[in-house]
């Protein structure tokens, strides 16, 4: 094997929670070194609350390997991100590159809206660390992949957002670095343009570069990449082929659980409801972390009403892994659908039906709502997950077919086949 | 690009206390610098009515209102010369400067995506937010020739000190938006002084007045505190010629000061420059 491309050695990085803003204005800053020079101890707690995002990283990449880093928010992915892209410092710890690094952590970093496509091309082109030269020669090319020609002189504040993305990243799949670092930018525009992005991915590594991607897309990693990272609580507690990776992320508690209840005090909610429990739920009552496509899903929410006479309606946000929202629900069956609510402890099951969904992940987030005048007593986003399987044993809507079957929806129909003559 | 794989070929490590300003790579981004002050310039006059015309139309009226209210009203000497033209010999540097200082100074804060999304060296930011200042002062440059054939003042050979004098005011302009664009990262309390400054500065530089007035003891403080009022000086000389010389110690006191001020700002922003996307 040859020299690795990238290599990282105990890196870590201390944040000092509260510095930012504590010392926002020099009046803080000269009242708090006031306060010190009269020694009162209790000034200068909040000030070293320290917090290392990352600690003790250390990984090699060797040229021309696609690399996916992932892990649930908060595990360090970012900040790994931000060190590599050289844009904050780390604290301890050291990355050597070799080559031209380009670091998309947004599509369209320094797109000024005043400034026409044109304009905004060249300038984000210098940004994302072309030559002007090179700019020009592939204009032509990168308006053409945006499919934005007519409004090349238009400011790019009167784009609708789909041309904006599209043109931004048209800049940055045109870039040619030898270390391609990219984060989650595929989340953005339709889904036919996200094709065409991770097609263009696709042909960077192939032409043999070194991609390192950070993505919640597990279906994404595990097209793209042939090596995952598994980082939890800013360390890196896996590494190796995305079939080992991926799956342990996904079922093994590294990734969101199927189930979560909050302590007394740490409750989320209102000053008249709060959030209990939630879970996701077999029929049988049981919790279910991976589930097949042929049976139901229950969503279970458990909530107290603490004070007696409002209308309180539980609704439920289900996306898959690509952060679509597959739908929204509310309880419009209960009881209690236009009717205040006496206080107590409330139970709130909605049910998935079988053969509804699509394999994949399922992200649910809960919430409460008072209605008009509105009120969101609770929303917790992206809280419980669990994997929809197929089985394949050919009784679900894919039938005998074993291969990658598109859709968010895969319900099994009524079809009617007769012959005719 | 291969050619250049040298550059790239790094390693990043928490840095020292102290960094030197690191000229090669500033040197290889210096497209990028020019494309950051041309944006400046594009953005400062879009969807303007009459566009780059405010960049002659502050001056003109800056310089009528102070002729009408330092020659006819205070009574204050022109030195020879007509005193619109003495006026605006001086409105020149001092408008460049401080339009560099109020844009140089926030650049780095209304440059906030940047900076915490790529990388690319900090200090072209308030380099870059100086440097788009200088098409206004050459607009502004152009009207002051067609003032001074109006009012019919020969040209000498001093105009070709000219551009040394600009080299010392954009040198103040680059030092002190070093030091309050790093500052107003962290304080924000900088974006409140600085236009409280300019407009400070703008009455007690000699720019509605000649610095011959100041009284002889207080001179060498004057220009020592307030570098920009030698520069003033060196502008009036080489536009209106001999007869406005600068007082050479106070000139050379104010260069020192600058300087002192370019140094120890790009040290200042160097060492505050790694915490910019923690804290911004």
């Known amino acids: 094997m040859s020299d690795p491309i990238i290599s990282v050695r105990g890196l870590g990085k201390k944040y000092h929670l509260g510095i930012a803003s504590r010392h926002d204005t020099l009046r803080d800053r000269l009242a708090d070194t006031a306060a010190r020079l009269f020694r009162r101890k209790e000034t200068s707690s909040a000030a070293t609350t320290e917090f290392w995002a990352l600690t003790d990283v250390s990984f090699d990449i060797q040229p021309g390997e696609v690399v996916g880093i992932i892990g649930r928010n908060g595990a360090g992915k970012s900040t790994l991100l931000k060190l590599l892209s050289q844009i904050t410092e780390p604290t301890t710890g050291e990355i050597r590159l070799r080559g031209r690094v380009a670091s998309l952590l947004e599509v369209g970093t320094g797109f000024h809206p005043e400034l026409t496509g044109r304009e905004n091309v060249f300038l984000n082109g210098a940004i994302l660390g072309m030559t002007q030269a090179e700019i020009r020669k592939k204009f032509d090319e990168i308006v053409d992949f945006a499919g934005i020609e007519k409004f090349l002189d238009t400011p790019v504040k009167r784009y609708s957002s789909g041309m904006y993305v599209r043109l931004a990243f048209a800049v940055a799949a045109h870039l040619e670095p030898e270390i391609l670092i990219v984060d989650e930018v595929l989340a953005v525009g339709d889904s036919a343009f996200q094709r065409k ?75 008249s409801a709060h959030l209990l429990s939630t879970r996701l739920r077999r029929l049988d009552g049981s919790t279910c972390e991976t589930a097949d496509i042929r049976e139901p899903v229950g969503i279970e929410t458990r909530y107290e009403v603490l004070t007696n006479g409002q209308i309180m ?15 929204v629900i509310s309880d419009i069956r209960s009881p209690w659908y236009r009717q205040p609510r006496p206080a107590g402890v409330y139970e709130s099951v909605a049910w998935i039906p079988g053969n509804y969904l699509a394999e994949g992940t399922l992200i649910v987030g809960v919430a409460l709502t008072t209605p008009q005048p509105e009120q969101v007593h609770y929303y917790e986003r992206d809280v419980i997950a669990c994997q929809v399987v ?32 | 690009m291969s050619s250049f794989s ?105 440059s906030q995506n940047l900076i915490t999304k790529i990388y690319f060296p900090r200090l072209l930011i308030p380099a870059s937010a100086v440097a788009g200042n200088a098409i206004d002062f050459g607009i502004t440059l152009v009207l002051m ?50 236009p409280f400054l300019t407009r400070i500065g703008l009455y007690v530089s000699p720019v509605g007045f000649i610095s011959a007035v100041i ?45 002192l001020v370019l140094i120890t700002g790009a040290y200042y922003f160097r060492s505050a420059e790694r915490r910019f996307a923690d804290i911004i």
């Open chain 1, 313 to 327: 309606i539980p609704n439920y946000h289900v996306f898959n892994e690509d952060g679509t929202c597959l739908f």
């Open chain 1, 390 to 421: 197929d089985r394949m044993e050919g009784d679900s809507a894919r039938g005998d077919y074993g291969l990658q079957l598109p859709g968010v929806i895969r319900p099994l129909l009524e079809w009617q086949t007769q012959t005719l003559n």
């Open chain 2, 145 to 194: 020739f067609m003032l001074m054939a109006w009012y019919a003042v020969g040209v000498s050979p001093l105009l070709l000190l000219l551009p040394f004098f600009f080299a010392l005011t954009a040198a103040a302009a680059l030092g002190l938006s070093l030091w309050l664009g790093a500052l107003n990262v962290k304080y924000r309390d900088v974006s409140h002084v600085v």
């Open chain 1, 197 to 271: 992005c991770l097609g263009k991915m696709q042909d960077v590594s192939a032409r043999g570069r070194t991609v390192l991607f950070v993505s919640h897309n597990m279906a994404a990693v595990t097209r793209l990449c042939q090596r995952a990272i598994l980082m939890q609580d800013g360390k890196v507690v896996m590494e190796g082929p995305h079939q080992k990776v991926v799956p342990a992320y996904l079922h093994g508690g590294f990734s969101t659980m199927s189930e979560k209840a909050w302590p007394p005090g740490k409750r989320p909610g209102s000053s």
């Open chain 2, 6 to 110: 040298t550059i790239y070929d790094r390693v990043i490590r928490p840095s020292r206390k102290l960094e030197a300003v690191n000229f090669s790579e500033l040197w290889f981004y210096r497209e990028l610098f020019w494309q950051l002050a041309w944006r400046n310039v594009l953005v400062r006059y879009k969807q303007t009515a009459i566009g780059l015309a405010w960049a002659v139309l502050q001056p003109l009226l800056t310089m009528i209102i102070f002729t009408v209210l330092f020659e006819k009203v205070a009574k204050l000497p022109s030195g020879g010369a007509p005193y619109a033209m003495v006026t605006f010999a001086a409105l020149l540097p001092w408008q460049f400067f401080s339009n560099a200082v109020t844009t140089g100074s926030g650049s780095l804060v209304s």
């Open chain 2, 215 to 259: 009284p002889e003891k207080y001179k060498l403080a004057y220009y020592t505190l307030n570098p920009m009022a030698g520069f003033i000086d060196g502008f009036r000389w080489s536009i209106l010629g001999a007869g406005y010389e600068p007082w050479w110690p106070g000139l050379l006191s104010g260069s020192l000061v600058t300087l």
